[in-house]
């Protein structure tokens, strides 16, 4: 079956350092990555997508990287500040019947950025 | 704009009870979709709709029902409720548009079954 992993544990760093957050994927071949933020008690929002033939994609403090040999993706935030802290959540995108892109989430890594 | 828009944004029921969940948006997008986000888990897609009067099944549609009679609205009931279905409840929307597959997420909906 289908799976996306995500690092369940809390990464931790200190501000300043650059965050790497890793998406790992079994069973699937998505047309795109995206990358969502969400606060506690809030909806995920949209960051960044990625397409199958991009390796990389930056936007501000942000880059993605898309490797679809080693299924994988991984999220940088560059000097990440504290207001960085948030859950981060990965998702697979591919078309199916009907024209639309279902998106299959995966469970998100915390990220905390210590001052 | 306001987005999406859900309510309401915490509710209890007992088992067996029915209710609605709430979920507009007011930027004209076609497509529409409710999660739900249990703790460890990723978000799971329930139903979705790609237009106004067509709607289709997602990953757990078992217990619910959707409609979409125009296209600012996608209400979700649950027809009797379960403690399965204690859960985060988010609704989202997003343009047809080839290539935007930008998701946009209401702020959630928190139900709790005892």
């Known amino acids: 079956s289908q799976k996306i992993e995500q690092n369940s544990e809390a990464l931790n760093i200190q501000e300043g350092k650059t965050a790497t957050l890793t998406c790992n994927y079994t069973?699937?071949?998505?047309?795109?990555l995206q990358w969502y933020r969400q606060d506690p008690g809030r909806g995920p929002v949209f960051l960044l997508l990625?397409?199958?033939?991009?390796k990389e994609k930056r936007k501000e403090r942000l880059k993605v990287t898309f490797d679809t040999t080693l299924k994988q993706s991984l999220f940088h935030i560059t000097a990440s500040q504290p207001a960085d802290s948030a859950t981060y959540l990965c998702?697979?995108?591919?078309?199916?019947?009907?024209?639309?892109?279902?998106?299959?989430f995966g469970a998100g890594t915390r990220l905390a950025v210590h001052p | 704009n306001a987005g999406v828009t859900q309510t309401p944004k915490f509710q209890v029921l007992k088992t067996g009870q029915s209710m609605t969940l709430q979920c507009a948006q007011d930027?004209?997008?076609?497509?529409m979709s409710w999660y739900r986000q249990d703790p460890g888990m990723g978000l799971r897609l329930i139903h979705y709709?790609?237009?106004?009067?067509?709607?289709d099944q997602g990953e757990v549609p078992n217990g619910y029902n959707v409609s979409r009679s125009t296209t600012e609205d996608f209400p979700l009931r649950l027809l009797s409720a379960a403690p399965s279905q204690t859960s985060v409840y988010f609704c989202?929307?997003?343009?047809?548009?080839?290539?935007?597959?930008?998701?946009?997420f209401g702020p959630g909906t928190r139900l709790t079954v005892l």
């Open positions: 989202a929307s997003r343009p047809p548009l080839a290539g935007s597959d930008t998701q946009y």
């Open positions: 069973n699937y071949s998505p047309a795109y």
């Open positions: 990625i397409r199958e033939n991009e």
């Open positions: 998702a697979l995108g591919a078309l199916f019947s009907g024209g639309y892109n279902k998106l299959i």
């Open positions: 930027m004209n997008h076609e497509y």
């Open positions: 709709s790609v237009g106004a009067g067509i709607t």
